[in-house]
């Protein structure tokens, strides 16, 4: 089990695109991104199995967000585009042992989380 830390969070304007990295100090198997505004509660984004051939996405996020990895880097992206202020939040990444998309947005099913990114979109 590794430690996770996530980093390219930043300061961008509606309609432009950020990459955050999610690196690993060891193996991770599924992961997940999630999001939290202020406020309100840590919500799922996305979701890769280890492999990087499985993915799934919330509903809000789908056709502008895509996540991928490189396991040979230990390292989980998430490429995000066509930005909205909604999409204003820390991000953090998270690793549980198995990939399955009906339990993906449970917080509880996952043992590993990085610290966050702050991801602000401005209008």
């Known amino acids: 089990q590794g430690q996770l830390v996530e980093s390219g969070g930043g300061l961008v304007q509606a309609g432009g695109s950020l990459r955050l990295s999610c690196a690993a100090s060891g193996r991770t198997y599924a992961v997940s991104w999630f999001r939290q505004a202020p406020g309100k509660e840590r919500e799922f984004v996305a979701a890769?199995?280890?492999?990087?051939?499985?993915?799934h996405y919330a509903d809000s996020v789908k056709g502008r967000f895509t996540v991928s990895r490189d396991n040979a880097k230990n390292t989980i992206y998430l490429q995000m585009n066509t930005m909205k202020p909604e999409d204003t939040a820390v991000y953090y990444c998270?690793?549980?042992?198995?990939?399955?998309?009906?339990?993906?947005?449970?917080?509880?099913?996952?043992?590993?989380w990085g610290q966050g990114t702050q991801v602000t979109a401005s209008s």
């Open positions: 890769i199995d280890w492999g990087g051939t499985m993915t």
């Open positions: 998270a690793t549980r042992p198995a990939y399955y998309v009906k339990t993906a947005s449970d917080r509880r099913t996952y043992y590993g």
